[in-house]
């Protein structure tokens, strides 16, 4: 009976996949201008970004309403700085937040491609085990099938 020529587990190890620090290679590949969009993009997508707008919404159109009349500085109903601030802040952040999400994006792609190699690895690992189970599995139904010849040789 012929057996299956199988790689062994050092053969296994003579292509290890490079080890890297993705977050780390990932930075130092970004520019200056990428990591102030990413900082942005991590600060303005925060808890603490939403509730100091809310504040400040709630202040500045609290103030409006509410103070005397000779202190109002953007009266009632019309409240046009506030809109006009409002849209600006508006306007500039939503691309800042863009490019924040695109480079996160390609981080993502850069984990995914390392989790696909680290997976082939790990299959090629497995079809190999397996494959070793196979041929122990037919040695020892050959072992087997010898001894039942000599056990019937003696008997006879």
């Known amino acids: ?3 299956k020529e199988i790689k062994t587990i050092e053969e296994l190890n003579k292509n ?34 939403f509730f100091l707008i809310f504040g400040w919404t709630f202040i500045w159109l609290g103030w409006n309403t509410l103070a005397p009349a000779h202190l ?25 937040i863009m490019i924040g999400q695109n480079l996160q994006s390609k981080h993502s792609e850069l984990r995914a491609e390392q989790d696909f190699l680290i997976n082939k690895k790990a299959e090629t690992e497995v079809e190999t085990i ?27």
């Open 1 to 3: 009976m012929k057996h």
């Open 16 to 49: 290890p996949l490079p080890q890297q620090n993705l977050i780390a290679h990932h930075k130092r590949n970004m520019s200056s201008l990428d990591k102030l969009a990413l900082w942005i993009t991590n600060k303005v997508g925060s808890m603490n970004f």
């Open 72 to 96: 109002r500085f953007d009266p009632f109903p019309a409240f046009v700085l506030w809109l006009f601030l409002s849209n600006m802040i508006q306007i500039f952040l939503m691309p800042l």
């Open 130 to 156: 397996l494959k070793h189970l196979e041929n122990q599995d037919e040695l020892i139904l050959e072992i087997l099938q010898k001894i039942q010849e000599m056990e019937k040789k003696r008997q006879d």
